[in-house]
Structure formats: structure tokens, C-alpha cells
């Protein structure tokens, strides 16, 4: 049985993932492959693990530490009005994160963002497109 993220996780140690932001010892930051919302990325634990709770204390500590990095970096670099993480796992149950960053000038910004999912295919970007993005998000990890 495949998994979609773990398939992921392979092409990128292969290098051929081309909206890969940032290693870290426990997962990967990846631009997200739409931009609805400019700078949403998506946090993808490296080993396949089905919920959050599976995970070994230590690596859990670690993973934590990740998010913060990866969420004060989107934060610091397209200086939303709030952060949504989420992490649901109900289509795709490999552990992973995802990063909405969300406006001021957002209409519908107390809705969740997935009440939107419908708009996100036209929203997608081209890795040539994406790497803008990338950079950003890059240089505010440092
Ligand atoms: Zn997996």
C-alpha cells in the first residue's frame, strides 16, 4: 500500500521535489503546490506515522520545535494577520501539517480555510512561480 507523502519524502531526499523550502531533522517544509493564500506551506513529518501520538516522545519534542520554526518564519515573512495550522490526516494519515497564512483583508477570514478547498486548484503555482515564495520563507528561516 502506497502513501502519497511518503512518496513525497523519497522524491525529495531524490531532489526532485521542486517546492522544498527547508530540512529539518524530523520533517520537511514544502511550498504548498497552490497559493491561495500567499504562503501557505504544508510541514511533512519524514517517517510515516498515522497520528501525532505515535510518535516517540523525543521525536514529538523535536517535530514540535519544527512547527515554531516553520510557523515564525511563513509569519515573519508574509506578515499575516493570523496563523492557522492544522493537522487532520482523514484523507492523507501520514503526520503532517498544514500552514494557511491569513489577511486582514480576507472576506471570510473566521471561516476555516478549507471551506475555500474548492478555489485552490486555481490557484496553483508553477515551481517557477513558487520559488518567489520559497525564498522568502528561505531567508526568514536563516
Ligand atoms: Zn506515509
Not at 24 to 40: I, P, R, T, V
Not at 73 to 101: Q, R, T
Amino acid at each position: 500500500m502506497s502513501c502519497p507523502l511518503c512518496e513525497r519524502v523519497k522524491l525529495t531526499e531524490a531532489g526532485k521535489y521542486p517546492y522544498l523550502i527547508h530540512e529539518f531533522k524530523h520533517s520537511y517544509l514544502m511550498l504548498g503546490e497552490h497559493q491561495f493564500y500567499n504562503g501557505y506551506s504544508v510541514l511533512i513529518l519524514k517517517e510515516h506515522f498515522r497520528e501525532m501520538t505515535d510518535l516517540p516522545n523525543h521525536i514529538s519534542t523535536e517535530f514540535f520545535q519544527e512547527m515554531m520554526t516553520a510557523s515564525k518564519a511563513i509569519e515573519k515573512a508574509f506578515g499575516p494577520k493570523k496563523m492557522n495550522m492544522c493537522s487532520l490526516g482523514n484523507v492523507v494519515d501520514h503526520v503532517h501539517w498544514h500552514f494557511f497564512p491569513r489577511y486582514a483583508n480576507d472576506p471570510e477570514f473566521f471561516d476555516p480555510p478549507w471551506m475555500r478547498m474548492k478555489d485552490f486548484e486555481s490557484a496553483r503555482v508553477s515551481p517557477a512561480q513558487a520559488a518567489i515564495n520559497i525564498e522568502k520563507i528561505k531567508k526568514a528561516i536563516g
